[in-house]
């Protein structure tokens, strides 16, 4: 009924705008109806019809004209393209007088500053102010250092090195040996000291660059512990110095900066990052990008508190209209829906949204069912509103049906391309912001190349990093195929390595924090097992090679993961179902985990 008589109230429109709008007007109105049940909320619906009938209509036949004079920007008859003005109403002459003065003095405006002298850091003896032109001619007409002396430089250094040749650090291998030559002067100020046995020239490639400078690497002292061709053993993947042997501590000297002091990982930069309260990043992050892609570490705790906190914080629902999570099989979408507007819907029918996802060889964490309760709480505050919508992004696989793994393998085969297309469908198709909660391995660029590293290092090979093969992951590509803007966030530790180190430059921060991952030492970290919390292996690939930004919410020490406990599981009806599908994954049930766990690896004592 409502349908009939908007359909009528279109008719008050010119024939020329009907026939250009009429059916997106229509499916709005649709999509309105379908969306917005209840008395109060078809009321604000007509008043909002009725109001744009009333501003609408006048300016409709006011601009009907451009619909009855169609504009022609094919050619004529003689191929030359032909233009028209659209605007019937010529240009005044005062209006031409106003933009040409206006012109003009902005010309002359900008030839005066580029004119004035402005302070710059001093530069090839200069007295440390410029013109902006002056000092791109400054930089146009310096000096740059040939191969040939940089290569003359490395000689030097090398003929003042202490002992017979094969008393010197092993070379690099071929991996650094195909980098171009460094185009900054080798050794800088380090080279007057000369290169002893302990220190190695080494071409570093700065983070997001193409130029390589020389670093002066000094290697500790030989011991037992640590022989020499331990420590040596190190090759250099695409400008970083990446450890292959066992970790030790390097010190990096430039003529840039003070040295600094790396443990078994890539060459970091020394600029700070940019913090911002993590949950006012985030609702900042939706004024920019439609899609914000979180890449999450399932079952932690720490996380989940912070999610839930996140979707209750004021200002979110006003950015967000959708969540998309894995934790979700689409059978449910309808239960999901009720449930969180608010309705009164059974707790195990809920359950079954997240406890029946596909491919899931353990039970359900509890932490999952915090974020959907906390999306219902979130909308019911705010009653007449349009709420957060809680998508489900698992394939609908019925496992009451399912009873081998033939069964399973199509809703297994389709996980990311389900989740991609109901982000399409939801959430790119209505024009709306959506926030995406997936493991993070689903969302990480480069995860061929991931894949590629720990397979070289499992057989002890060196692969050499190609950046640019480093691409956005399957549902991140269709996504942008599709127009969406998508942004990347990935739940990290400060964890260093597999030993429970930790680097404590992470303690100052005021966690929960966002960071922007480019261009900074956080970013150039690598990505493992930073993200991991120390349970994958470092490779070459750095955070800002896999994400744009990182969320630290607490430190590795105290972040958990969290289980059901070992009565929801033994003697249960959903335990003995999660045996079952065991069966079916893997052909064996699995131990569960029950209980708070830590999340990350634990520091190994050791023995002194």
Same mark, same amino acid.
């Given at each position: ?10 008719? $008050? ?36 019809? #009725? ?19 169609? @504009? ?25 007088? !106003?933009?040409? !003065? ?7 405006? +900008?030839? +005066? ?13 200069? *007295? ?66 000369? #290169? ?24 500790? /002292?030989?011991?037992?512990? @640590?022989?020499? *061709? ?34 078994? =990982? ?50 979110? !629902? ?10 979700? *099989? ?20 809920? =359950? /079954? ?20 309760? !906390? ?57 709306? %912001? ?20 720990? $397979? ?28 969406? *803007?998508?942004?990347? #966030?990935?739940?990290?530790?400060? @964890? ?5 180190? #930790? ?24 990505? =493992? ?5 120390? %349970? ?6 750095? $955070? ?45 049930? @699995? ?18």
């Amino acid at each position: 009924m409502s349908e009939k008589m908007y359909i009528r109230l279109l008719r $008050l429109y010119p024939p020329s705008f009907r026939k250009e709008y009429e059916e997106e007007a229509l499916q709005l109105v649709r999509d309105r109806l379908r969306d917005e049940a209840g008395f109060f909320k078809r009321v604000r619906l007509w008043w909002d019809l #009725v109001t744009d009938l009333f501003v609408g209509i006048p300016l409709a036949y006011r601009n009907s004209y451009a619909a009855t004079e169609a @504009m022609s920007f094919s050619p004529n008859a003689e191929g030359i393209p032909s233009f028209k003005v659209l605007d019937k109403e010529p240009l005044r002459r005062g209006s031409i007088l !106003a933009g040409g !003065a206006v012109s003009l003095t902005a010309i002359a405006a +900008f030839g +005066f500053v580029l004119t004035r002298p402005i302070a710059y850091l001093p530069i090839s003896g200069s *007295n440390g102010r410029m013109s902006p032109i002056e000092s791109v001619l400054e930089r146009l007409n310096r000096a740059t250092t040939s191969d040939t002396a940089v290569s003359g430089a490395k000689k030097a250094a090398e003929s003042a090195s202490a002992g017979p040749r094969e008393q010197q650090p092993r070379p690099w291998p071929a991996a650094a040996a195909s980098a171009p030559e460094p185009k900054t002067p080798a050794l800088r100020s380090e080279s007057k000291r000369g #290169v002893s046995e302990q220190h190695q020239v080494v071409p570093i490639r700065t983070q997001n660059s193409n130029e390589y400078s020389s670093y002066l690497v000094e290697l500790p /002292k030989p011991s037992k512990a @640590m022989p020499e *061709n331990a420590m040596r053993r190190r090759f250099l993947v695409n400008g970083n110095a990446f450890a292959s042997g066992p970790t030790t501590d390097l010190t990096i000297s430039s003529g840039k900066s003070n040295p600094v002091k790396v443990r078994g =990982q890539s060459l970091i930069s020394s600029k700070q990052p940019q913090l911002e309260n993590a949950s006012s990043a985030m609702i900042r992050l939706f004024q920019t990008h439609d899609i914000v892609m979180f890449g999450e570490v399932h079952d932690s705790e720490q996380e989940y508190e912070w999610l839930c906190k996140l979707v209750k914080t004021p200002g979110f !629902a006003d950015h967000v209209d959708d969540i998309v999570v894995e934790f979700g *099989n689409a059978l449910y979408q309808k239960t999901v829906d009720r449930y969180v507007a608010g309705e009164d819907v059974p707790f195990d029918e809920v =359950q /079954k949204a997240r406890r029946n996802m596909v491919a899931d060889a353990e039970p359900v964490s509890p932490v999952y069912g915090w974020l959907y309760k !906390a999306v219902r709480e979130a909308n019911m505050e705010h009653p007449g509103k349009r709420g957060i919508r809680l998508l489900m992004g698992s394939p609908p696989g019925d496992w009451s049906k399912i009873k081998s793994s033939a069964d399973l393998a199509p809703y297994e085969a389709e996980r990311e391309q389900w989740y991609a297309q109901v982000v399409k469908d939801e959430v790119l198709a209505r024009h709306h %912001h959506a926030l995406l909660i997936m493991g993070a391995g689903h969302f990480l660029r480069g995860h061929d190349q991931a894949l590629e590293f720990e $397979l070289a290092a499992q057989q002890h090979r060196v692969v050499p990093i190609d950046r640019a093969r480093l691409g956005p992951g399957n549902i991140e590509r269709e996504l942008r195929a599709a127009g969406g *803007n998508p942004y990347l #966030v990935v739940f990290g530790t400060n @964890m260093i390595d597999n030993r429970g180190d #930790v680097d404590k430059r992470f303690d100052s921060w005021p966690a929960p924090v966002i960071v922007p991952l480019p261009g900074d030492w956080v970013g150039a970290l690598p990505a =493992q097992p930073v993200i991991s919390g120390g %349970h994958a292996p470092a490779t070459p690939l750095t $955070l800002a090679d896999q994400a744009d930004a990182l969320l630290f919410v607490a430190p590795c020490s105290v972040l958990q993961t969290v289980h059901l406990s070992k009565a929801d599981i033994e003697g249960t009806s959903y335990g003995q179902e999660m045996i079952r599908r065991d069966m079916i994954l893997l052909g064996h049930p @699995m131990t569960f985990p029950y209980g708070a766990q830590p999340q990350c690896v634990q520091p190994q004592q050791a023995s002194r």
